[in-house]
Every structure is written in C-alpha cells, then in structure tokens.
C-alpha cells in the first residue's frame, strides 16, 4: 500500500461528509494501492457510515478533542510512505491520489505539498467576502508550479506552503513533526475557531530540510455552507485565525512583532476599533477582529 488518506471529523455534516467519501471512491488510483482512515474526533453520536462506505475505510475513535490531536492519531495508526490530509468538507478530484503518488516521485525533497482549493458555495456570496477568501481555507495560485527550497533556519513563512486542505505530507518528513513533544499551541478543537496547526506542521518541516511545495495538478473543492459566509462567523474565525498565527511564528522565532503586556490587549483593541471603523460595516469588523485576535497572540 503507497497512500493513506486521513480525515478528521468533529460532529460532521452527514451530506458533505457523504460527498467527501463519493470523491474517495472516484479515486483512479487502485484502491489496493491507498486506504483512508476516518478519525471520529469526538463527535457526539459517534460517526457510522452506511453501506455505501469505502472497502478500505477504517474509523478510528479518537476522545480528546482537538484537531491536532486527531492528526497524530491518524498519521499513528497508519504507516504508508505517504499521507493526505482531507477535511470532511472536501471533494478531491478523481486523480488527486494518482497525481500526489507522482509528484512524491519526481520530488523526493517535497516534504509537504498540496495544490488548488475552489469553492463550491451553497449559496452565491456577497461581493466583499472576496477579501476574505483566505479564512475559508481555499486556494489557487496559478497554474505553473511553486517550491520553497528549504531554509534552516526558515527567514520567512513559505507562501507556497500548503493549506491543511488537501496536504500530502511525507511520512519520513512529518515523523519530525509527529515525534516532537505537543506544545499547547491553539488549533480547531469542538467549536473554538483558533488555527494553526497546518502552520506548525509546515515549518517544523521546512526547519528540517524539506522543500515545501504548491503544484496545480492537485485539485479538490472545498464544501462552503451559507453559515460560514456569515459575517459574525468570519469575525470569529479571523481573531481565532490571527492570535494562532502569532503563536505559531514565535514558537519558530519568526514573529516580526514584539510581545507585548497583558494589560495592554484591551487598550488597544479600543483603539484599534476606531482607526479600523469597525462600525462601518462587515470588512471593517472582520479586520477589527483579526487585529484583536493579533494582540492577543502577542499577550500569549
């Protein structure tokens, strides 16, 4: 067996989670040659799938919440050389898992890498959600490939670095990862919108040597619901998003802001209320957010 393809699943959407699988099955890779193994973080009831699952699905249950957690539990309870990360929301196009075998192959220093995520909303969106295409985890850079020679240490964050969405990481490379001793940084966990953990992933690789890379023949589409274009969810998930990115850049030394006193956070979100407008309308309030979630993670 090459692959293992591992979805972490807290509570989720039985229409999207059923789309995600029907993806799976389309797969032209050989289903001999790759599993997938469905890791139940939490979820209450636990998840059971019809009779219409994959022959080589196995769920595993994994209790404490968290998706970190669920990761390591899922890259432990498989050993193939190459793993992919699909969330319960996502369609990967019938030849993702051929394609992602290939290019392991004809990059053997791509450590961690992963392609487009375009959306298919379940209702059209409103014109200024585009700014904040990001916090919906899709992505598209072009139709030329991108690679992030490694740096040790790392100058910068890789902007070519893959999103968890689709992110095929090597095992020989992510065993770093999987090794290292848990930190307590912030990540999805239950209903808490903070991040992170696909940052994580991506720098303790990139310090280890491996390359990090974007190659457009990945695809896969991204299930986008109407409750995520609300703009109180989107405030939400942008603090959470923005406090876990501080984090995570000075756990790697690379935050280019200084820390700042706890006592200093709520004097400044008053003021960054203002010089953003965060009255004025949803953009100005979701950037009100992210600027708050950022003096949080300097306070931290």
Not at 178 to 186: N, S, V
Request: net charge positive; proline share 8%.
């Amino acid at each position: 067996m090459d692959l293992s393809v591992i979805i972490c699943a807290h509570n989720p959407h039985p229409g999207r989670l059923a789309r995600t699988l029907a993806g799976l099955r389309s797969q032209t890779l050989p289903a001999s040659q790759w599993e997938c193994v469905l890791v139940d973080n939490a979820s209450a009831p636990a998840i059971a799938c019809g009779a219409d699952a994959l022959a080589n699905l196995r769920i595993i249950r994994e209790p404490e919440p968290g998706l970190t957690h669920a990761r390591r539990r899922g890259l432990r309870e498989t050993s193939t050389a190459l793993c992919v990360f699909a969330d319960d929301d996502n369609v990967l196009a019938p030849d993702y898992l051929e394609q992602a075998l290939r290019l392991s192959i004809s990059h053997p220093r791509a450590g961690a890498f992963g392609g487009r995520s375009l959306p298919e909303f379940e209702k059209p969106p409103a014109d200024w959600i585009r700014e904040f295409r990001d916090l919906l985890a899709l992505r598209e850079l072009g139709q030329q490939p991108i690679i992030a020679p490694a740096e040790k240490p790392p100058r910068a964050y890789p902007l070519c670095a893959p999103i968890g969405a689709g992110m095929v990481l090597r095992r020989e490379a992510v065993q770093v990862w999987l090794d290292a001793p848990e930190h307590g940084l912030t990540d999805r966990r239950g209903g808490e919108l903070t991040s992170g953990g696909d940052n994580d992933i991506v720098l303790t690789l990139f310090s280890a040597g491996w390359e990090v890379a974007y190659f457009p023949e990945l695809s896969l589409t991204h299930l986008i619901p109407v409750g995520r274009l609300d703009p109180a969810y989107l405030a939400r998930l942008n603090r959470g998003i923005q406090k876990s990115w501080v984090q995570v850049l000075a756990r790697h030394h690379l935050c280019p802001w200084p820390r700042i006193p706890a006592w200093t956070v709520a004097p400044r979100r008053l003021k960054a209320w203002f010089s953003y407008r965060a009255w004025s309308g949803h953009s100005a309030r979701i950037r009100w957010q992210g600027a708050c979630g950022r003096f949080e993670g300097l306070a931290t």
